[in-house]
């Protein structure tokens, strides 16, 4: 049987421990979500009166040039090229996720004009499904967006498919994808790939190239502490820029956007999936969440959220049996995510009473529990604390209380 | 002639004085700039810290309710709404202009599915027509942009245009487009029409409703005072909502985001104009800079622009004759936004020997000197100073020294 103390051995062996300090995370709280929002690293504070007091304040138009506002997108996009296996030049940061896979799903359209379909995983994140439906209903050529679950995943991929667009690492169950199963089906049925890798970038090792990955999308806010609603970043393989143009055409992506022409004239590197205008502020505190994380060793990473997940499996089966959980996270850490999520018929209730207990985990309807790890600020003890805490609100019923159930009925 | 007395004794009766103190801007600049980038709201530093340190790093994932981060858009949209002359819900801030054009001008070819034309002016800000571009590239419905300088623009708008997009005050020249015309023309022909408030919310008087608009797009880095990239708006005539639906679809258009449904429901009001997630702190910096501009009387901001443009032209022909400067704005204040521009055949390097005389305006090519006025923290005698340094360094020949050579050959 496990025990703390052997929780916090693994936290004083941490080769991460250094990072701990780095971030500004709440006294007392155990925050396991950071796959829904990392926590706020204290240098980004710095930064943030930095951009608002100096850039913006002081320096004002100027910092465009001398703070490097413009291209902003483009140096963020090369660290975190750096982070997912990316060469310089093919990852720019900007706008949402959501609008980041419009983009590169037009591109891959056009690339397959012969296709008509848009593969997907049915339980993929909703927001993926949404952009080609969308995207599909606003072309109107016939195209379809056809969905296959895990197993028949590999047999959907067929040679009428243009593009197969699937997570990485699975929101819910953390499961990761086969990448070489669908990258060498797709290949030889000439299909196309985007990969979405919110839960994936600085989580899991990604090798876009050695993939030989087409496009990618992620998003800022989760594992690279970017900040809520961090902009997204979007890759396109070196090979597939400059021959065909994303549909979302903005003074920013022209290839000399202070010329001022009439006529859009396509940049044509990567800075043609710039649209309009950025957010300065929020890029700027997601340069400096990705700052931090390349400054982590990915490999180190990995271990301790392999780990971590291991442990917390291992603490669910010796102290949470008969209460109703079920993991549905993969048990072999090869295939699973930074994070383990377990089903609950009152998953909901159970969630609150926790945070009312400075466990900070998160809700997935219908009845999904969602525990992140971030190695570069979870310790080892917070996952003995949390199924501890969570074996005592089962014992005494916590959950179950009068004001949990107010709670779930009006949400 | 005028003298710096008079315009000292304006600033003294000025009504809008109380507004000066709440922006930090830097001492002994002159800044001439803010229809390109507003300038520091003192709050919005405080806001920063708040949404940084408090919301983020200390309640976390807790404030996407807590802080109403995930409504935000439409908190703001409506504030928006109230300086544009909408109402409550047809107006929301997300995303950046270019995109919020791509809707609306995808709903607008929707709801006029047997047209074929998009109207622009020419010399709009060069985004718009290049989103309109890259709309029509996409769709392949052999849809095209057309374009009609302002002469021949009223005669343009004919029966096959589907929608007319326009800007209502120039970026370069500062003319205000005659609404009345152009919204009676469009009407006698079925056409829609989409106006870009960029250079209008905020400094000038706009009634979307009163003028029966159908859609309009604006920024809330300028005029808003909402921060460098600040998320745009977009509004939608309530008429027209629920009826189509925009095709960036995403998670946060749909009309349960959190029900996590395999196929996307619209939201059937202005909701159906987002698509992801949102840059908060971005977002939250557009708030602060919305609600101090909520409570500035539009007459009054009108009336000392007006003024102020009045005043500088004056300046000019005073001042600055025989120097080769010619105004291209409107003399008319009727038909003027909030700036003057003017033509210099050194345009560039004259800018810069301004800004060493901390002096700020901007320069457009190939030949433009923009000045712009905002009336809560531009005073009376920052006119006077900024002709007065210009005529110094006309006289003088300090723009053509060798250091601005240099600077103008590099940019």
């Given at each position: 049987?496990l025990?703390?103390?052997?929780f916090?051995d693994l936290?004083?062996t ?6 701990y300090e780095?971030?500004?995370l ?6 396991l979500?950071?796959?829904s ?11 943030a009166r930095q951009?608002?007091?100096?850039e913006?304040?002081r320096?004002?138009?100027k910092?465009?040039?001398?703070a490097g506002?413009f291209h902003?997108?483009e ?6 090229g750096?982070?997912?296996g990316?060469?310089?030049?093919e990852v720019?940061?900007c706008?949402?996720?959501?609008i980041?896979?419009f983009?590169?799903l037009?591109?891959?359209l056009?690339?397959?004009?012969d296709?008509?379909k848009i593969?997907?995983?049915g339980?993929?994140?909703?927001t993926?499904?949404y952009?080609?439906?969308g995207?599909?209903?606003h072309l109107?050529?016939g195209h379809?967006?056809i969905f ?5 995943l590999i ?5 009428d498919?243009?593009v197969v667009s699937?997570?990485?690492v699975?929101?819910k ?5 086969d990448?070489?199963?669908?990258m060498e089906k797709a290949?030889?049925v000439?299909?196309l ?6 839960h994936?970038a600085?989580a899991v090792?990604?090798e876009?190239n050695?993939w030989k ?8 806010y ?7 609603g961090?902009?997204s970043?979007v890759?396109?393989?070196k ?5 065909f ?15 001022f022409t009439r006529?859009?004239?396509p940049a044509?590197d ?6 309009g205008?950025?957010p300065?502020?929020?890029?700027s505190?997601?340069?400096?969440g ?6 982590a060793?990915m ?6 959220s392999?780990?971590?997940g ?5 603490l669910?089966d ?12 993969p ?8 994070q383990?999520?377990?089903?609950h018929?009152?998953g909901?209730?159970?969630v609150?009473?926790l945070i009312e207990?400075?466990?900070i985990?998160?809700?997935?309807a219908p009845d999904?529990?969602?525990f992140g790890f971030?190695?570069?600020?979870t310790?080892?003890?917070n996952i003995w604390?949390m199924?501890e805490?969570?074996q ?9 209380l009068?004001?949990y159930?107010?709670k779930?009925a009006?949400?």
């Amino acid at each position: 049987m496990l025990n703390r103390e052997h929780f916090e051995d693994l936290d004083k062996t941490d080769p991460l421990t250094s990072f701990y300090e780095e971030f500004d995370l709440p006294e007392g709280i155990v925050y396991l979500d950071g796959n829904s929002l990392g926590p706020l690293p204290k240098k980004s504070k710095e930064r943030a009166r930095q951009v608002v007091e100096q850039e913006w304040g002081r320096d004002l138009i100027k910092s465009w040039n001398k703070a490097g506002w413009f291209h902003m997108g483009e140096r963020i996009g090369d660290k975190i090229g750096g982070l997912i296996g990316a060469d310089p030049g093919e990852v720019i940061a900007c706008d949402n996720t959501s609008i980041n896979l419009f983009k590169v799903l037009s591109l891959a359209l056009d690339m397959r004009a012969d296709r008509r379909k848009i593969l997907m995983e049915g339980s993929n994140f909703p927001t993926d499904n949404y952009v080609a439906q969308g995207l599909t209903k606003h072309l109107g050529y016939g195209h379809e967006v056809i969905f296959a679950e895990r197993d028949q995943l590999i047999d959907a991929i067929t040679e009428d498919v243009a593009v197969v667009s699937l997570v990485h690492v699975h929101y819910k169950t953390g499961r990761i994808m086969d990448v070489k199963a669908v990258m060498e089906k797709a290949r030889s049925v000439g299909a196309l790939v985007v990969w979405d890798l919110c839960h994936s970038a600085g989580a899991v090792p990604v090798e876009l190239n050695d993939w030989k990955a087409d496009f990618a999308v992620g998003c800022g806010y989760k594992y690279l502490n970017g900040g809520p609603g961090a902009p997204s970043f979007v890759y396109v393989a070196k090979r597939h820029q400059g021959r065909f143009r994303q549909p979302l055409d903005g003074w920013w992506g022209h290839k000399a956007p202070f010329d001022f022409t009439r006529d859009y004239e396509p940049a044509e590197d990567i800075w043609q999936m710039m649209t309009g205008t950025q957010p300065i502020l929020s890029m700027s505190l997601l340069e400096e969440g990705v700052d931090q994380m390349t400054r982590a060793d990915m490999g180190l990473i990995r271990e301790k959220s392999k780990r971590m997940g291991d442990l917390f499996i291992q603490l669910v089966d010796e102290k949470l049996e008969g209460y109703g959980f079920e993991i549905v996270s993969p048990r072999d850490a090869e295939e699973r995510g930074s994070q383990v999520a377990m089903t609950h018929e009152y998953g909901y209730p159970v969630v609150q009473a926790l945070i009312e207990r400075n466990i900070i985990g998160d809700f997935r309807a219908p009845d999904i529990l969602r525990f992140g790890f971030g190695p570069l600020y979870t310790r080892y003890v917070n996952i003995w604390d949390m199924v501890e805490t969570l074996q005592d609100v089962m014992q005494k019923n916590l959950w179950n209380l009068p004001e949990y159930q107010a709670k779930a009925a009006v949400t």
